[in-house]
């Protein structure tokens, strides 16, 4: 294996060289093998598809790799390794994306995230903060606590969940996974169906278990 690039000179260290080696280390892992299907599966699941398939992943690894994605005559990227862009498009582009006939595959799609829920119910509420009410600690309150998720509170560094997490029983028996459902307990359960319930009664409050300070 190929050995990154050394620019650092012990006898004289230059902050310049520290950032030259910094960039050529990340080129290095950017470049390697077995990065672009990882990160490109991990970017197809972090859509909204926890077991994409083989050819889906495929497909976005070239993008990722080429720097570009074209689809109807229209060409996305600038043509260099790794290009978001490229990426971006050929995962929303993809026909397991697209295609309404994915959608009646049980396997299909992913689990939503708690927290999710939670701000994709107050949107389809069109909530709105009063200007005369001050939240001086935030909109929630004990959120890991009630649901099991609030934002920049991960349990550890590598985040809320694990993105190969296999539930036991029917998904662990296929070899599929459902990372988002390692967020899912009894307590999280009620804790997230009470809230709703004191969201639509009071409001964003604390009353009846609710989510408000």
Do not use: C
């Amino acid at each position: 294996k190929q050995t990154p690039p050394l620019f650092i000179n012990l006898a004289k260290i230059e902050l310049r060289d520290a950032e030259y080696e910094v960039d050529a280390f990340l080129t290095h892992l950017l470049r390697y093998p077995s990065a672009a299907p990882f990160i490109s599966k991990k970017l197809i699941q972090y859509h909204g598809i926890s077991n994409p398939s083989p050819g889906f992943v495929e497909r976005v690894t070239q993008a990722f790799i080429t720097g570009s994605f074209t689809s109807g005559g229209v060409t996305f990227g600038n043509f260099k390794h790794g290009n978001l862009k490229a990426v971006v498009a050929a995962i929303s582009l993809d026909p397991e994306s697209l295609s309404p006939v994915v959608d009646e595959d049980p396997a299909s799609g992913n689990i939503r995230e708690p927290l999710l829920k939670v701000i994709q119910f107050m949107r389809s509420l069109s909530f709105k903060r009063r200007p005369n009410i001050k939240f001086r600690y935030g909109l929630f309150d004990e959120m890991s606590y009630k649901i099991g998720q609030m934002v920049f509170d991960p349990p550890d560094q590598f985040s809320f969940f694990s993105s190969d997490y296999s539930p036991p029983g029917v998904f662990a028996e296929t070899d599929m996974v459902s990372p988002e459902s390692e967020l899912l307990s009894m307590s999280s359960v009620v804790g997230l169906t009470n809230g709703l319930f004191s969201f639509v009664n009071f409001g964003l409050a604390k009353a009846d278990a609710g989510f408000g300070p």
